[in-house]
């Protein structure tokens, strides 16, 4: 599974344990990463739908 900020994810059991996949519209930010605006458009990413108060991670497409 894919870890927080980290993708490219297609469903939530993508995810690992209590992480969601976030389903961007095209350079959307994810929430609780830093970056990732300038990935990929149709690039998801896994996050964490109870974050904390500050990015923990880069977005990025590779493990």
Do not use: H, N, W
Request: proline share 10%; net charge negative.
């Amino acid at each position: 599974p894919l870890k927080i900020c980290q993708g490219d994810c297609d469903k939530d059991s993508d995810c690992e344990g209590s992480l969601k996949c976030f389903m961007r519209d095209g350079g959307e930010a994810v929430p609780g990463c830093s970056g990732g605006e300038d990935v990929a458009s149709r690039a998801d990413f896994c996050y964490d739908p109870m974050p904390t108060t500050s990015p923990v991670a880069m977005a990025t497409t590779s493990p």
